[in-house]
Structure formats: C-alpha cells, structure tokens
C-alpha cells in the first residue's frame, strides 16, 4: 500500500555529515512510527533511530548524539541527519515501519572512509 524509498547514502570521510531521506509515496507519518535500521555484512539489522506519530525520538546508544530522525509530514519524509561518522557506521540503511514492518526495501549504502 505505502511504498517507502531511501536515498542520500554514498562514500562519505570520517566525520562527513550526510543526511538520509525516506521517501513515502502517501501521507503516512502523521499516523504511524518509523524507525531507521542499518545492516552491516555479517551483521544483524539493528533499529538505530525511531520517530513517533507525534514526534517523539529514540537512539541506539552506539548514534546517541551524533545521529538525528526527523519528518517533514508535508514532504511524506522522513530523514537521518548523520554527523561525526566512524568506520563503524558503515552499513546498508533501511527505513520502515516499527510496529508492522513492511517488506525491505533496496536501503542506501552508507560507507565511510577514513
């Protein structure tokens, strides 16, 4: 029903600042809460960021404080302002949603270089 599409990733340097988009192709996040996941190779898909209906936030202790979710209702999008980037942070990212997660999309590949 809602299709969701991610964009913004790439090769970025240590310390770059990129900033993720997640994409919906109708107004949704008004009403539901959606969470940035990212999955490195040989790794679980961990839920990294989280936006509530009504805006509330939460992090992974591992992007506390370096990582910020936002959503621009008006644009049906949702976004991860990534600052201070590590090796560490390189991954395929991945948007959906919390409670009733729909089929993974294709993610944006996110890889850092130092």
């Known amino acids: 029903q809602v299709q969701l599409v991610e964009s913004g990733g790439g090769l970025v340097q240590a310390g770059g600042t990129p900033r993720l988009s997640c994409a919906a192709s109708r107004s949704i996040f008004n009403i539901v809460s959606m969470g940035w996941y990212r999955q490195a190779p040989g790794k679980q898909r961990e839920l990294v960021a989280a936006?509530?209906?009504?805006?509330?936030?939460n992090y992974a202790d591992s992007v506390k404080g370096r990582f910020t979710i936002s959503r621009d209702t008006a644009k049906n999008t949702v976004y991860l302002q990534m600052n201070s980037l590590k090796t560490e942070d390189t991954a395929v990212y991945y948007c959906?949603?919390?409670?009733?997660?729909?089929?993974w999309g294709q993610g944006t590949q996110v890889t850092v270089s130092s």
């Open positions: 936006i509530t209906s009504v805006g509330s936030t």
């Open positions: 959906n949603f919390l409670q009733y997660p729909a089929d």
